[in-house]
């Protein structure tokens, strides 16, 4: 793309709606609304769930049914690593439990990369339908697992009891987990647009609208599909591990597949492949959530409703109409 | 462990097969000819239980309930087939399973409305209450027994229907070269909108079936659509004889895998250890299964030709 003097307007758009996000909980904390904070928190972290979904579904095209796996993984690092702090008990070969958040992130996106690879290397032997069946049979697989496996709380699920810590902040606080989590999200997002400037993003992108062409200019769409599902995984887990400790509790409900059909959700209501596709969706879906859980306790239906007519009459989402069609196709 | 045991848990993975036959032979047909991923097959199922246990309580007859689950869930299908799915038969996937999870979120939170958030019952009808002595086995339920009954004539009707009749032939017409049978003078809405229709009342059918056995509740067509849509990906997409044998498979699998696999760990573990294991994996089986086999054949066992 060429470089343009002026800011596009889809980047004005970008700037307003991440000032917004800030915005919203530094009025709310003024004002000693702490609820309005978790709700922002809540946005921030799903919006960094989506943002690493959209690697693989907006840039490279693999609808991936099966994201909440590593969203939920990503929480039970941070619940299971936390209880045995708590606890003081050691893990496997004496390995101590920690409750420090930059190495419960670390553990979290190591686990999830070791586990996505040889997903991502049996799922990407399949297209299509096929590819969102597989990735949703390894999800439940893992639920299943959870489900069953009581030594962490099999379906009650396991409370985190004190959030964790990350050095020279008091996480407690609301604001302060606030902003750990949209620093996170804007470093997320940086990442994001750095991907897809790069040659790596241009590649996938080129798999995405046609995989013949890209191997025959010789590169293998194989290969950089798993590094973006990997890649993908790994920015999912942290979310997870960030949501277990914002409702300082992980259960096997992370872990299904209503989770992945809404990390999906959150990118098709913002705008696919868009850099701020997931951020708009996260704040439009916790904001209808809340509005219409308000209204009326069937919200679900209405939210039903609107994600239909979303689908059905204005593809593009929400930034398609606040930023105009997207530049990539 | 008795052989009587054994073959009554082979049976009841047999009924489960079948069930979910009947739910996969829906939604392969429907992937099939027209080409949609309906996640909202689960609530059609759903719907089937519910109009099945709330016209059995006001009538008192199962029977009366079975025909009218299969009237609410084939009228439930078609509407939605008009008013949603046909806008989304030119839709890639990912916009298919998007509109179709927002189905889910409208039927289920529809029937709470509806009928409140309590589960309701349904009764096994008097005819088919008790058991039925069977060689080897001693005594098994006939419920059990009738709904494997019920599965195997719908299979031979469903081949007959789409070998022998001019319905199937333009339903297979319809596989090959939509444009083409359209061409022909084949009145494509109305057979898409029946085909919807008629794997909207299989699936119906499943719900109100297995609603005599569960609790008539919302959301009961989840667990059951993900097993079907693992069934259908084993089969292979789009195929009926696959649908078949993938639900079989599925249904004897898992049951007998929750039967034998914490007996198997005990033999070389302590009991409840072994247990522990046996329950974790059993539950993870046909998932494996699944992931196995897409390994190998990635377009299932029955790849429909297309």
Known sequence: ?329 | MSIALLIEQLLNGLQLGVMLFLMAAGLTLIFGVMGLINLAHGSLYMVGAFACAAVAAATGSFWIGLVASLIASAAAGAITEIVVIRRLYDRDHLDQVLATFALILMFSEGMRWLFGSFPLYLDIPPLLQGAVPLPGVGQYQLYRLAIIGVGIVVAIGLYFLIARTRLGMRIRAGESDREMIGALGVDIRTLYTVVFALGAALAGLAGAMVGALQSVQVGMGEPVLILAFVVIVIGGIGSIKGALFGAILVGVVDTMGRFLLPKIFALVLPAAQAGLIGAALASMLIYIVMAFILAFRPSGLFAAQS
């Open chain 1, 1 to 329: 793309m060429p470089p343009k003097p002026r800011l596009s307007r889809e980047t004005v758009v970008n700037i307003l709606l991440a000032l917004m996000l800030l915005a919203f909980p530094l009025g709310a904390s003024a004002m000693g609304e702490t609820f309005y904070i978790t709700l922002a928190t809540r946005i921030v972290v799903l919006a960094l769930a989506a943002v690493g979904l959209n690697i693989a579904l907006g840039l490279g095209g693999l609808v991936s049914f099966g994201h909440a796996a590593f969203f939920g993984l990503g929480g039970y690092v941070a619940g299971i690593l936390s209880t045995h702090a708590f606890n003081a008990e050691p893990l496997l070969f004496g390995i101590e439990g920690t409750t420090s958040m930059p190495v419960i992130w670390l553990v979290a996106v190591m686990i999830c990369g070791i586990i996505a690879l040889p997903i991502g290397a049996i799922s990407l032997r399949t297209t299509g339908v096929y590819f969102i069946m597989i990735t949703l049979a390894f999800a439940q697989m893992i639920y299943f697992f959870a489900v069953s496996w009581p030594a962490y709380g099999g379906e009650d699920g396991l409370s985190i009891y004190v959030r964790n810590e990350f050095p020279g902040v008091n996480t407690a606080q609301p604001l302060s987990f606030f902003l750990i989590c949209y620093v996170l999200l804007m470093l997320a997002l940086g990442l994001f647009w750095l991907l897809r400037g790069a040659r790596f993003g241009a590649a996938l992108e080129a798999g995405r609208q046609n995989a013949t062409r890209l191997a025959a200019v010789g590169i293998a769409p194989f290969n950089i599909r798993l590094v973006a599902f990997v890649v993908s995984a790994m920015m999912t887990g942290i979310a997870g591990a960030l949501f277990a400790d914002l409702n300082k509790f992980v259960s096997p409900s992370m872990l299904s597949w209503h989770m992945s059909g809404e990390l999906i959700v959150l990118i098709i209501l913002g705008g696919k492949a868009r850099l701020f596709g997931p951020v708009a969706g996260a704040m439009l879906y916790v904001l209808i959530e809340y509005a219409l859980g308000g209204i009326t306790e069937h919200w679900q239906f209405f939210l039903g409703l609107i994600l239909l007519c979303v689908v059905l009459f204005a593809r593009g989402g929400l930034l398609g109409l606040l930023a105009g069609k997207a530049r990539h196709g």
